[in-house]
């Protein structure tokens, strides 16, 4: 299988804080995708990479999100300022191009208090 | 408007009975399709694929794709309790750089 890691597993934050949490992608994927999962339901995609460069993203993410991939081997998502909405399971996957199979991490599981 | 949609939302088979789960695309710019198994409290896994027209079975697990009416479907035969899980289906957008799913079916086993 192969392995995507993210860290940290869990993040509690304050409504106005800032958030972030990384995403280790499986060693020779290009493509890195961030998924939004509320209470176990559907994946609402966020924002999509290839070789580190973001290509599509909903608006949500061009106005309160900070997302890049500073290399093949770490990738970031970042909240500038926490709203409750914001409360989920953030999923990160990587695969090796849009028509492959995309394989997750355990993701990071944000409360916003 | 969801671009792929799955019904039911939830299903509740016997062990040993049949299970069967539908994915339709309303967005004609999709192609490739995916079914994903999310266990509660995991992340989703992959569980089939399916590219082209036809069926396609592996084990227990059986999966259709009509691409004219861009329906896909999974069958799970002789289901068991650890079959229980979140079924999501995906596709792969065209028209855009991503891969989409559904909202997903809940499905439960019963012992």
């Known amino acids: 299988d192969a392995a995507v890691t993210q860290k940290p597993r869990y993040l509690i934050k304050m409504k106005g804080q800032e958030a972030e949490m990384k995403c280790i992608p499986e060693k020779g994927h290009t493509a890195v995708f961030w998924y939004q999962q509320k209470q176990s339901k559907e994946l609402k995609f966020l924002i999509y990479?290839?070789?580190?460069?973001?290509?599509?993203q909903i608006d949500m993410v061009k106005e309160r999100f900070s997302a890049v991939c500073p290399s093949s081997s770490l990738c970031s998502l970042g909240i500038r300022t926490c709203e409750a909405e914001d409360s989920a399971l953030y999923l990160c996957?990587?695969?090796?191009?849009?028509?492959?199979?995309?394989?997750f991490g355990a993701g990071t599981r944000l409360s916003v208090l | 408007q969801q671009k792929v949609q799955q019904s039911p939302e939830s299903l509740i088979v016997p062990e040993g009975g049949m299970a069967s789960l539908n994915c339709t695309s309303s967005?004609?710019?999709?192609?490739y399709f995916w079914w994903y198994r999310q266990h509660s409290g995991k992340s989703p896994k992959m569980l089939m694929?399916?590219?082209?027209?036809g069926e396609k079975e592996e084990g227990r697990f059986t999966v259709h794709l009509n691409k004219a009416s861009l329906h896909t479907s999974l069958h799970i035969r002789d289901s068991q309790p650890s079959d229980s899980a979140l079924y999501l289906c995906?596709?792969?957008?065209?028209?855009?750089?991503?891969?989409?799913f559904g909202k997903g079916t809940h499905l439960h086993v019963l012992p």
């Open positions: 694929s399916i590219f082209s027209n």
């Open positions: 995906a596709a792969r957008d065209t028209n855009a750089y991503k891969v989409i």
């Open positions: 996957s990587s695969s090796q191009g849009l028509q492959n199979t995309l394989y």
């Open positions: 967005d004609r710019n999709v192609d």
């Open positions: 990479f290839q070789n580190q460069q973001p290509l599509d």
